[in-house]
Nanobody
Framework: QVRLVESGGGLVQAGGSLRLSCAAS????????MAWFRQAPGPEREFVAAFNWSGDVAYYVDSVEGRFTISGDNAKNTVYLQMSSLKPEDTAAYYCAARAGGGSYSRRWSGAYDYWGQGTQVTVSS
């Protein structure tokens, strides 16, 4: 099992910045990909960003490209999401996710991830 704990959310004005952290514990060696999703009020959980521990390539949803940066610290088993130039439409609960399975998958699909954190709320005021 892998436990994920997010932190760093809060209230920020439009144009501001926040850095979210996701601390992983347990069988972290079993994970090969990490991602951030977000969920505004409603049923859909939206992909935000993802990367593989084995590579340097990161992937982003178009709406955050150039404003958000996903990164990881393997030694600390922690993944970060640096968010800049925040907009009111970025308001959501942000969730960290980890994938342990192999094979091909769609990194933008929430069902591809095996472990989830409890979420941290980000609210951007206009």
């Amino acid at each position: 099992q892998v436990r994920l704990v997010e932190s760093g959310g809060g209230l920020v004005q439009a144009g501001g910045s926040l850095r979210l952290s996701c601390a992983a514990s347990g069988r972290t060696f079993s994970t090969n990909a990490m991602a951030w999703f977000r969920q505004a009020p409603g049923p859909e959980r939206e992909f935000v960003a993802a990367f593989n521990w084995s590579g340097d390539v990161a992937y982003y949803v178009d709406s955050v490209e150039g404003r958000f940066t996903i990164s990881g610290d393997n030694a600390k088993n922690t993944v970060y999401l640096q968010m800049s130039s925040l907009k009111p439409e970025d308001t959501a609960a942000y969730y960290c996710a980890a994938r342990a399975g192999g094979g091909s998958y769609s990194r933008r699909w929430s069902g591809a991830y095996d472990y989830w954190g409890q979420g941290t709320q980000v609210t951007v005021s206009s």
